[in-house]
């Protein structure tokens, strides 16, 4: 059996050998058209289409068959790429994961440093800001032990008990970080009516007339009036019904049914940016 590099020759030259004796057969049936052989009639031509789609179908099947094939073959043929990522990629996944771990927690002490320490050091109580200070600082110095000595204890020496700490400091890092930064979160991404309503903080802004953005300053902005006895109102809000027409495009009964039930392309009353609109506020509301 030839292997290596002249394998592949002696196959193709296979192949090319094979093909030509299909190629004469092919000119051999069509220089024997008409012949008959003991008074024979001529054969009509869809028997020797048949003949030599038959015969096609045998030189192919030469080129593959074997009969030790069976579906535990196959399925081996098919797990081939597999193996062989196992076999040249499999090693350099260690290192790709170290690396995310590493990107990645250091992607969230980065956030914590540049965002909520300093929201601490301004808001919080003398005592709350030393606990934060010593309790965050020890769960990193841990998190960065462990997992150093994970990565770097030989395999003679199981570091089971490093990489278990890690992933205990860990989870109480996450969990740390998870309550301390609460009050942002809720500033910032409006967590309060996400939690009324899990499936419709969209339509929650819709009514309201305000998009994400949009709600984070005039929260911003009530507070600030509310300190100066003042009332902030919304002045994009023209009520409930009125946010949901101006949206859709509704401006006359028929539009619910040409507009919103069925397929429409209709522009916007004005540009997106710049527009007028002078629907009664029957329901003027404070954000």
Not at 4 to 29: E, K, T, V, Y
Not at 125 to 152: D, E, N, Q, R
Request: proline content about 4%; charged content about 20%.
């Amino acid at each position: 059996m030839r292997t290596g590099s002249s394998s592949w020759r002696w196959q193709l030259s296979r192949a090319m050998r094979l093909a030509l004796r299909w190629f004469r057969r092919c000119r051999l049936q069509r220089g024997g058209r008409g012949v008959g052989v003991g008074g024979a009639t001529e054969r009509s031509g869809g028997a020797r289409l048949l003949e030599l789609w038959r015969y096609g179908r045998l030189l192919l099947s030469s080129l593959h068959f074997n009969s030790l094939t069976d579906s535990d073959t196959l399925l081996d043929c098919a797990f081939e790429p597999v193996y062989w990522i196992v076999d040249n990629v499999t090693r350099w996944f260690g290192v790709v994961f170290v690396g995310l771990v590493v990107l990645l927690t250091t992607s969230v002490v980065v956030i914590i440093y540049l965002f909520l320490l300093p929201t601490i050091l301004s808001t919080y109580p003398s005592y709350w800001i030393a606990w934060h200070l010593s309790c965050g600082h020890w769960l990193l110095a841990m998190v960065v032990f462990h997992y150093y000595k994970a990565t770097t204890t030989p395999p003679g020496h199981p570091p089971k008990r490093y990489f278990f700490s890690f992933c205990l400091y860990m989870t109480l890092g996450c969990f740390y970080c998870s309550v301390s930064s609460k009050a942002l979160f809720l500033e910032a991404y409006g967590a309060i009516e996400v939690r009324r309503a899990p499936n419709g903080c969209l339509y929650i802004l819709i009514s309201r007339a305000e998009t994400s953005v949009e709600r984070h300053i005039n929260h911003k902005e009530t507070k600030r009036l509310r300190e100066k006895g003042k009332v902030f109102k919304n002045p994009y809000h023209h009520g409930t019904m009125n946010n949901w027409k101006l949206l859709l495009g509704v401006e006359e009964r028929r539009h619910w049914v040409t507009r919103v039930l069925l397929p429409s392309s209709h522009l916007p009353r004005e540009d997106g940016i710049m527009w007028d609109f002078s629907f009664a506020r029957t329901d003027p509301m404070a954000i």
